[in-house]
């Protein structure tokens, strides 16, 4: 049965030929496929063009994507056609070519095989554009930041190559890792260190922290952080998330404060900890940690899992006796630390946009109390010792950190939540930047009236709370 032509108008109408019969064909010649425009994947078509002449009607010219408008040389020599692809709006490409005509055959098995194939590819094209469509939603690809600034900002000193995860130990010390490479964002090649700060310090200026000989510094890549004080000898230890070509592990350091060094004590591996985001230490050799992954190859990291999608990112806690999940179905687990009272355990859902509060079990499980909705995605979590009030270095658009456009930025934001064991949690925006001045917040911490902010790939600021 013929099908109606999707170009109802005058376009391509050419009354010599008529086109009533040339349109009996089209529901023979035209099907659906995907291919390849430039760098973006598109939903397109393919068609075959047909010319009547007479007591004989063939195809003459096959393989063309959308076959459109048609006309002739003056030398009558030649076909010109003009067809336009795209039907995404992500790209518009347009294409001009000059066809020399020669018949070709076409049987109706080659056909059929062709609408299967292109029927299987036209239904993986709609799924792809409609989990690229998911991913845009949960990323907050549309949102636009407006700008909420802090007086007396001033940049840190060295760390020009992130600070993705920072944290204040006592009186005013932090410890900050720098140099994160990470799959799908920006990062650089200067490998990974570790700075100190001390924050009573009115000139605020980062201090590397030397490493053991016996450490490989040059597979360096550090990610979440967390410190540990041994309340029997007030030692410090620092629990370092570690990326060795791309692997995770944990590496356990002891700090030596009179020399800014750091003793390596331990790498802890398990095959429960595959792709390690943050931790928290609990102990001067247990700890939780996030997984923010399912899988652990980086290609399935940065594309096939944000496309699927899935809630299958976890806690883990892990004891020299003892490793296990100890809490799951989290779309992308990242941040983690404890209240003061070391009785709960806060995670942010980067990709849920929320924060959850679970209470510590005797056994180290962890059961879910609430999530606190935070409209950004949260990355890192802080906790004032003090007011027990969360801090966190959020993505308010984190699209933009995927694409990574230096004439559109990804900004940074810095989100407080107060009483969140509260029936009434409060949620702040305290900073706001489109990317001018700071991009991709990953953490916040404060001490003295100051807020630190730290970043995966870009610089670190302090400034005045108002
Ligand atoms: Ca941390
Ligand atoms: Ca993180």
């Not at 030398?75 to 070709?104: E, F, G």
């Not at 591996?269 to 652990?296: C, M, P, Q, R, W």
């Not at 999530?371 to 004032?384: F, P, Y």
């Amino acid at each position: 049965m013929a099908r109606k032509h999707p170009n109802n108008g005058s376009e391509g109408y050419n009354s010599r030929w008529g086109r009533t019969r040339l349109y009996q064909h089209w529901s023979e010649v035209s099907w659906a496929t995907s291919l390849r425009c430039g760098r973006k994947t598109l939903l397109c078509s393919f068609s075959l063009h047909l010319i009547e002449c007479p007591k004989d009607v063939k195809i003459v010219s096959k393989g063309y994507y959308m076959a459109n408008g048609i006309n002739m040389s003056p030398d009558k020599r030649h076909i010109l056609y003009m067809w336009q692809i795209c039907l995404n709006t992500m790209c518009m490409c347009s294409i001009k070519k000059t066809i020399h005509l020669a018949p070709v055959k076409v049987n109706r098995f080659q056909m059929g095989k062709l609408v299967l194939i292109s029927l299987v590819i036209a239904a993986l094209s709609a799924l792809l554009g409609e989990r690229i469509l998911n991913l845009r939603k949960r990323t907050l690809a549309s949102r636009e930041l407006v700008r909420n600034h802090l007086p007396n900002c001033v940049t840190l000193k060295h760390l020009s190559h992130g600070s993705e995860d920072i944290t204040v130990v006592r009186d005013g010390l932090a410890f900050i890792s720098t140099g994160l490479k990470y799959p799908g964002l920006p990062g650089s090649d200067v490998p990974g260190k570790i700075y100190s700060v001390d924050l009573q310090d009115p000139r605020m200026k980062p201090v590397e922290l030397r490493m053991p000989r016996n450490f490989d510094l040059d597979i360096f890549n550090p990610h979440g952080i967390s410190a540990y004080i041994d309340t029997n000898d007030d030692e410090i230890y620092l629990f370092v998330v570690n990326h060795p070509q791309h692997k995770s592990q944990v590496e356990v350091f002891r700090f030596v404060e009179d020399d800014h060094s750091l003793v390596h004590l331990n790498t802890i591996k398990h095959e429960l900890l595959y792709s390690l985001n943050d931790i928290v230490a609990v102990g001067v050799d247990s700890f939780y940690a996030t997984n923010d992954h399912y899988f652990s190859h980086e290609i399935f990291k940065a594309v096939v899992e944000p496309l699927l999608f899935q809630p299958w990112s976890n806690v883990v806690y892990y004891s020299p006796k003892d490793v296990k999940i100890v809490s799951e179905g989290y779309y992308m687990a990242n941040g983690i630390n404890m209240s003061p009272d070391k009785r709960h355990i806060y995670v942010a859902d980067v990709l849920d946009h929320n924060v959850h509060l679970l209470e510590r079990k005797e056994d180290n499980t962890l059961a879910p109390v609430k999530s606190v909705a935070l409209g950004s995605l949260c990355d890192n979590i802080e906790v004032d010792p003090e007011t027990g009030d969360l801090w966190l270095g959020c993505h308010p658009n984190g699209w933009k950190m995927f694409v990574s456009d230096p004439n559109d930025p990804p900004g940074s934001e810095v989100i407080r939540i107060q009483k969140i064991h509260s029936d009434e949690p409060v949620v702040t925006q305290v900073y706001a930047d489109d990317g001018q001045v700071i991009m991709g917040s990953s953490v916040a911490t404060t001490y003295g009236g100051k807020l630190l902010i730290g970043t995966v790939f870009h610089k670190a600021l302090v400034c005045d709370l108002k």
